[in-house]
């Protein structure tokens, strides 16, 4: 089967500029890039949008959940999930690169000493609420269906950590299928100086979307409302004249081949004026 090879980066990249054109060559198609952690943004994050924007890239961005950060004095603080949705949300506008695929938040332990669904969810709701997109939720099997305890976000399309080979994936029981599959965080890209030496190693998630490059582009844009097409405003149903009125003999229906609600209103408008007319002659000759 056919798939799209998609990479997501972060700041532990640091600088990509030279290496957009060796992903391109090794197939990849679209890159993810880490936006936010917590209550914090990254303002490498802009400038690899940009760049993979301007290399053809279709550009995603994600968002780290963190639920505890150490403030100044050393005391480790929740944060709250809607204004990691806020920070979120408000990053990503602020750098002004528009993304192709949905959000998507990253659920881990590390970082994290305990985990619950429930404030989690409450994170998921508010970032679709201010992105008006569904996001990807990324996590690991053990993450999802032993600390969360399978949490019912079949909803979200499953963005699945599992290092292993495909038949050996396992997919938690909330969802049919993965839609990404991260299936490697250690292949490298190698840049090398003219005598062929190793000068720089940046290791890079490889990620594979579920399906080929039509459904890839399927999936951006029926994740996407603004790429919907418009629904149209029901025409509305005329009138139908009078009891006892007749249409106009000048323009019976009969005259029109396969008449339109548009013959059909302005005939109607015919008929009206007509009406008028008779109504305005009546008085008249009452008046006389």
Not at 11 to 25: C, E, I, R, S, V
Not at 253 to 278: F, G, S, V, W, Y
């Amino acid at each position: 089967m056919d798939r799209v090879l998609v990479h997501d980066v972060s700041h532990w990249q640091g600088n990509l500029a030279t290496y957009w054109q060796m992903f391109k060559d090794n197939g990849c198609k679209a890159v993810i890039i880490k936006a936010t952690e917590g209550l914090a943004y990254y303002n490498i994050f802009k400038e690899h949008a940009e760049q993979a924007k301007a290399a053809g890239f279709k550009v995603g961005s994600y968002h780290y959940w963190r639920q505890q950060i150490k403030n100044l004095e050393g005391t480790f603080v929740n944060c709250d999930p809607i204004r990691q949705a806020d920070n979120y949300f408000n990053w990503v506008q602020k750098c002004g690169v528009e993304m192709d695929l949905p959000p998507a938040l990253d659920i881990e332990q590390g970082n994290n000493p305990f985990l619950t669904a429930t404030v989690i969810e409450k994170c998921l709701r508010h970032i679709e609420l201010k992105f008006g997109r569904v996001p990807l939720v990324y996590s690991s099997p053990n993450v999802l269906m032993n600390i969360l305890g399978n949490p019912a976000w079949g909803k979200y399309p499953l963005w699945l950590a599992h290092y292993t080979t495909e038949d050996k994936v396992t997919v938690p029981k909330a969802w049919k299928t993965w839609t990404l599959w991260q299936f490697s965080d250690k292949i490298t890209y190698d840049k090398k100086n003219s005598a062929g030496t190793i000068i720089s190693r940046k290791p890079i998630d490889h990620n594979w979307f579920n399906g080929g490059e039509a459904e890839f582009n399927n999936f951006l844009r029926a994740s996407n409302p603004a790429l919907q097409p418009a629904a149209e405003d029901p025409a509305e149903t005329p009138a139908p004249p009078p009891a006892g009125e007749e249409l106009p003999a000048a323009a019976p229906i009969a005259d029109i081949e396969n008449p339109t609600q548009i013959d059909l209103i302005n005939l109607n408008i015919e008929a009206l004026k007509q009406r008028l007319t008779r109504v305005e002659q009546w008085i008249e000759s009452y008046n006389k």
